[in-house]
């Protein structure tokens, strides 16, 4: 248990914008990571290790992507009890994103809505994020850094961005995420479409295959893809998946549906929305995922884990592993031992 509970520090982090709230918090752990002041919210890591895509997982439960873009709390983030980190998404440019306010809550759904659009600082400072960081990944902890492409960049030359984005990060990853399913990128979705997905997979795994073999080093690559697919789209993918020797998938980004939310302060803000609403939609793409991928295939379940109950449901929809950010935001860092514990009894 950290030293500071998150029931005296979310009055003061809710009182604020939510992007304020959420640059002034990962400032302060970017600050004192890896310095005595940790023990505010460091926690003991649950021990459940767990073999998926190769790679040996200290425990089920990690952190999405998109909470630490720019890889600036890789340490400080990993203290929190997590066995698996992944930060971006990350651009080959860097890029301000979407005008602001771009990022609301709705506390009475246990929600969130962005439309951030992959605001980063570039590959170049990433990648020295990344490098400075050191004691998640000594202690045994696993690093995912997820790529997209740059909003200036055409839809039909994204696999440009990508490829950069696969060579600069490969060096430095545990494992690669190609991400084809935010909603705040134009166009950025239709990746996920039968032809554009083979297309940039087919050039994406051909390269990594290239770097494997130049570096004697395996690093799986997977794919996250949004809950807003209907059973043919989602058997679409995992066929090309399959067919392209994918490592494994993620499911899913946030969702642009909002009859979960209707009628509610901010619900009709552009962007995508997470947490509690997206659960059952992010449970039903993965029971679809499972049944076309077979039991053996790497899925990773992400939205609306709000609890250790929630994160066993993911696992009994056909998940292997879980990572939550939302439910970060409402319930603090004492989400993630509690989903820990609930899944090592699984």
Known sequence: MSLLPYSLTRPFLFGLDPEHAHELTLG?????????????????????????????????????AGLDKNGRCIDGLGAMGFGFIEVGT?????????????????????????????????????????KRSHSFRAAGGLLGLNIGKNAITPIENAV?????????????????????????????????????L?????????????????????????????????EAQVGVIAQTLLKNGIDGVIATNTTISREAVQGLPHADQAGGLSGKPVFEASNRVIRLLRA???????????????????????????????????????????LVPECARALAKV
């Not at 003991?44 to 990690?62: C, E, Q, S, Y």
């Open 28 to 64: 302060t752990i970017a600050r004192l990571q890896n310095t005595p002041a940790q023990c505010l919210w460091a926690q003991a890591r649950i021990a459940d290790p767990v073999n998926v895509a190769g790679l040996k997982f200290p425990n089920r439960i990690g952190l999405a």
């Open 90 to 130: 990350v651009t080959p440019k860097g890029q301000p994103g979407n005008d602001k306010p771009r990022m609301f809550r709705l506390p009475e759904a246990s929600a969130l809505i962005n439309r951030l659009g992959f605001n980063n600082e570039g590959l170049e400072s990433f990648i020295a994020n990344v």
């Open 160 to 196: 440009d961005d990508y490829l950069i984005g696969l060579e600069g990060v490969f060096p430095h990853a545990d494992y690669i995420t190609v991400n084809i399913s935010s909603p705040n990128t134009k166009n950025l979705r239709a990746l996920q479409s039968d032809e554009a």
């Open 198 to 230: 083979d297309a940039l997979l087919s050039r994406l795994q051909t390269r990594k295959l290239q770097l494997e073999q130049q570096s004697a080093r395996k690093v799986p690559m997977f794919v996250k893809i949004a809950p807003d697919l209907d």
């Open 292 to 334: 076309a991928l077979g039991p053996k295939y790497p899925i990773i379940g992400v939205g609306g884990v709000m609890s250790g109950a929630d994160a066993r449901a993911k696992l009994q929809a056909g998940a292997d592993l879980v990572q939550v950010y939302t439910g970060l935001i409402y319930r603090g860092s004492a």
